[in-house]
């Protein structure tokens, strides 16, 4: 019984196949940036983990902003300009005021190059605000504004991945080009006729080519190699052009036109 299976279906298909080193790199690219995530984060997520149970009490925001840092590199001389969000804030727990500065565990003593970043994580955290204070109920005076791994308590890992994840995107870029060609090779292999390869400018080439296939091609000259009778022998399709035809359409071919097929052919055309 014959094969029915299709390309793209996942039966027996090519595409299926040739698609497996893609995914199988793809998601190499996902466990190395979460195994990143871990090695670099890991100390300020599991504290920032441990703030889920904490308790909640009122406070409020006592000033917040942006703190800016400005440095240059001496030897190579580039300059930037790194950004944290700060916010210090007052609460009070069993009658006692207390007085805390940190957002979140992941954005202590951190500067990041994206402005826009550090403004929303203190977007709802400006001076007169009241909040939500998460409180150690172990130690009143830890605290945080952002409990648990919100999306905000987040953003400075992200922030620092995104950048590594997009520098290995070339890789996983030319990786997939390359997939692509084969794919693309082995798509127009089932399209030629035994026997037959891809040729110059993607003219099917071959003994098994029609012997009237110039009539139907479209692309440039073909390069012409050598004479015989009353033929062109080309590089492409069948190897062979009719000297009346070729000259006809692209003209005398340079280093050609001295054979007595040739010179009648041109007699012919310019009357």
């Given at each position: 019984m014959a094969n029915t299976g299709r390309r793209g279906t996942g039966e027996d298909g090519p595409e299926t196949k040739s698609s497996l080193p893609l995914?199988?790199?793809?998601?190499?690219?996902?466990?190395?940036?979460?195994?990143?995530?871990?090695?670099?984060?890991?100390?300020?997520?599991?504290?920032?983990?441990?703030?889920?149970?904490?308790?909640?009490?009122?406070?409020?925001?006592?000033?917040?902003?942006?703190?800016?840092?400005?440095?240059c590199d001496g030897e190579e001389g580039g300059c930037s300009t790194?950004?944290?969000?700060?916010?210090?804030?007052?609460?009070?727990?069993?009658?006692?005021?207390?007085?805390?500065?940190?957002?979140?565990?992941?954005?202590?003593n951190t500067y990041i190059g994206f402005r826009s970043l550090a403004e929303s994580v203190i977007d709802d955290f400006q001076e007169g605000n009241e909040i939500t204070v998460y409180v150690d109920p172990d130690d009143h005076s830890e605290s945080v504004l952002i409990q648990g791994l919100e999306l905000k308590s987040m953003s400075f890992p992200l922030a620092v991945l995104v950048p590594l994840v997009l520098a290995i995107q070339p890789i996983q870029f030319t990786y997939m080009v390359k997939f692509a060609r084969r794919f693309n090779t082995a798509d127009e292999s089932d399209t030629l006729g035994e026997g037959n390869w891809v040729g110059p400018d993607g003219t099917e080439s071959g003994l098994g080519v029609a012997e009237d296939w110039y009539l139907r091609y479209d692309g440039p000259a073909p390069v012409v190699e050598d004479v015989y009778d009353e033929n062109y022998a080309v590089d492409r399709g069948n190897g062979a052009v009719p000297i009346d035809f070729y000259i006809e359409k692209w003209g005398i071919p340079e280093g050609f036109g001295k054979t007595s097929n040739e010179k009648n052919t041109t007699r012919r055309s310019r009357k």
């Open positions: 995914i199988a790199f793809t998601a190499a690219l996902l466990v190395i940036g979460c195994t990143l995530s871990y090695v670099f984060f890991w100390g300020e997520l599991s504290s920032q983990m441990e703030t889920d149970d904490w308790m909640e009490v009122q406070g409020a925001i006592i000033s917040s902003g942006i703190e800016s840092d400005y440095s790194t950004y944290q969000p700060f916010a210090e804030y007052r609460y009070d727990v069993d009658g006692e005021s207390y007085e805390g500065s940190r957002i979140t565990y992941t954005w202590e």
